[in-house]
């Protein structure tokens, strides 16, 4: 019986002291020093306690706690945002950004082998000219939709994108990520075919409106970019076995078995990117095409890398749960499936229903 927390990777917030080779001895120093605080001298003030290690703990329902940075996209001079449409542009904008890191890293000095892994991704091969994908440490360059009000009702929906995100899926590399969040302050954002400056970031606070719709806590959370699933949905051919007309009950045998293999690969992205099994398990999933979002286009018309493109997609709207099957506030940023380091599979926090 009770609450079971786990010890995960120290951040930079992480407080809790635990103990290390040599803590013992420290500590018999420290009460030794207490003892001798007080002299014929006056008032000398204990030794510090150095000798130890901090730890995070984090509750199995929790979601992992990851640093982010936002910058704002602005005109060359400055004198307003610069939009990108989030559907046809925003993986060239991911590329962009990342391609900034990569410049300035390659200028501090950082070795092309600590480049591919942390910046682009990638490490080497075995097979001469054929690179293989890492997925830890490394950044996540996310490029963030507006949720903005519109209509004579101002509901609120997906707009273009004004801002993007510095982030990443693992532990281990919080210093790399305070560097590279510097490093991309004021950096200009340049298409590489061109040799044309098409936006100037700006780093832009946490509390920022926008910012919050990708980070703050929430229970429901829906899509702004589709999510790629890690692999294929329908490797029974269940699609084309229901196109030649059988009974009833063999169609409804074979949406079960499509959905539930859609259902899995879901589940299987959240544990993936991070999120505990427990979170994934009991999260309540629906999918579709269309997006869950006003102004969010049909997942398969945003673009995708190449080597993504055979996979299915989806817009996929979430209601976190907890094991008793109750609403669970998750806080963001959120984003999980292929191509999730340059913001498929993107989320935005649903405003929460009325009681």
């Not at 559907?87 to 590329?95: D, K, N, P, S, Y």
């Not at 398969?300 to 996979?311: A, N, S």
């Amino acid at each position: 019986p009770g609450e079971r927390w786990l010890p995960c990777e120290a951040t930079e917030d992480a407080n809790s002291r635990t103990p290390m080779t040599g803590t013992l001895a420290s500590l018999t120093e420290r009460y030794a020093s207490f003892l001798r605080r007080v002299s014929s001298e006056g008032l000398v003030p204990p030794q510090v306690m150095t000798c130890f290690q901090q730890v995070a703990y984090r509750h199995p329902e929790e979601s992992p706690r990851r640093p982010f940075a936002v910058f704002s996209l602005l005109k060359e001079d400055a004198s307003g945002f610069r939009p990108f449409d989030t559907a046809r542009q925003a993986l060239t904008l991911a590329g962009m950004t990342r391609h900034a890191v990569k410049r300035s890293a390659l200028q501090s000095g950082w070795e092309g082998a600590k480049v591919n892994a942390f910046v682009l991704g990638h490490q080497a091969s075995d097979n001469p000219g054929k690179e293989l994908a890492v997925e830890a440490p490394r950044f996540a360059f996310i490029p963030l939709p507006t949720i903005e009000a519109r209509g004579p009702g101002k509901a609120r929906a997906a707009g273009a994108i004004r801002r993007v995100m510095l982030t990443t899926f693992s532990g281990g590399c919080w210093k790399e990520f305070a560097w590279a969040k510097r490093a991309l302050a004021g950096q200009d954002l340049i298409n590489e075919d061109t040799g044309e400056i098409v936006a100037l970031l700006s780093l832009i606070p946490s509390g920022d409106r926008v910012v919050q719709d990708y980070t703050q806590s929430a229970s429901t959370w829906a899509t702004v970019t589709p999510v790629v699933l890690p692999g294929y949905d329908d490797p029974s051919h269940c699609r084309l076995r229901l196109r030649k007309n059988a009974d009833a009950e063999t169609q409804r045998q074979l949406l079960s078995r499509l959905q539930g293999r859609i259902e899995g690969l879901l589940r299987k992205a959240m544990v993936q990117a991070g999120f505990p099994k427990i979170l994934a398990e009991h999260a309540e999933l629906e999918w579709r095409k269309s997006g869950f979002w006003p102004g969010a286009d049909l997942a398969d018309r945003y673009g995708v890398p190449q080597h993504l493109k055979r996979y299915p997609r989806y817009h996929v709207k979430i209601v976190w749960r907890d094991s008793a099957g109750e609403p669970l506030q998750v806080r963001g940023p959120i984003c999980f499936g292929g191509g999730r380091f340059y913001g498929l599979g993107l989320f935005a926090r649903l405003p929460e229903p009325a009681r």
